[in-house]
């Protein structure tokens, strides 16, 4: 462990991450876009970093799912381990020549991954990558992401895109925080014994995931 990154120590110990958004009262009351905030849970909804979304009200009122941002993630002491930098990208699905991708970096300034899409008429995925931006990983989702009533689920795959080893899920708690909030609950599960620096980046796709299907739709928790 000790040639982990700062802060990535209690990763290796997790095979189960819990993300949730904070809910602001200004945003639930008024529709008032803020800046998104998160906890990072354990299975046993112990917090393990928290995360502050930075960038501008221009970003988030106008392009919205698309917008670009840096999302700084710190544990409890208040130090920041994970940076999550996305670039503004087209977020059509008959271009798919511009399409969406994100940098990780543990620590702040050193690369541990990449998530990048990939075109796909019907489902959406999502390869990740590592510092080297070699292939690791597949994420698939569903051909619907509506998930009306129910969780929805992106496998996580082994390269061949066969074997399953893991998912992120976004779980459906209700109609009336469905409507009301446009807050954020996701779990990620994969092998305890997956890189930490995976595993960060894999918190970086899943918020990817919930800007590009959930941001604005019904199934914001």
Same mark, same amino acid.
């Given at each position: 462990t ?10 290796n ?6 993300i949730?958004q ?29 995360a ?7 970003d988030?009122r ?5 917008r670009?941002?840096?999302m700084r993630?710190a544990? &409890?002491? $208040?130090?920041? /381990? ?5 670039p ?8 798919? #020549?511009f %399409?969406?991708?994100?940098?990780v970096?543990?620590p702040?300034?050193t ?5 990048v899409q990939?075109?796909d008429?019907?489902?959406?995925k999502?390869t ?11 994420i ?5 992401t509506?998930?009306?009533?129910e ?9 061949n895109e066969?074997?399953t ?6 779980y ?7 409507v009301f909030?446009?807050?954020? &609950?996701f $779990?990620i599960q /994969?092998?305890v ?7 960060a980046?894999?918190?970086g796709? #899943?918020? %990817?995931?919930?800007l590009?299907?959930?941001?604005n739709?019904?199934d914001?928790?």
């Open positions: 000790h040639n982990l990154p700062p802060g990535l120590e209690y990763l110990q997790l095979d189960q991450i819990i949730h904070q809910v602001e009262l200004l945003e639930a009351i008024l529709g008032t876009e803020t800046s998104s905030k998160y906890e990072i849970k354990n299975h046993l909804g112990q917090r393990v970093y928290f502050v979304e930075e960038n501008g009200c221009f988030r106008l392009c919205a799912p698309v670009a941002f840096t993630i544990d &409890n002491a $208040g130090h920041e /381990v994970i940076r999550v930098i996305r503004l990208r087209c977020s059509s699905c008959c271009c798919p #020549c %399409l969406q991708q994100l940098e970096q543990s702040p300034g690369v541990a991954g990449y998530v990939n075109w008429p019907f489902l959406p999502f990740i990558q590592n510092q080297s931006k070699e292939d690791v990983l597949k698939i989702g569903p051909c619907a509506c998930g009306c009533f969780d929805v689920d992106f496998e996580v795959k082994a390269l066969m074997t080893i893991g998912k992120i899920s976004k459906w708690s209700g109609f009336v925080n469905n909030t446009n807050t954020a &609950n $779990g /994969v092998p014994d997956l890189d930490v620096r995976i595993k980046v894999m918190i796709a #899943c918020f %990817l995931i919930d590009m299907f959930f941001e739709s019904l914001g928790l």
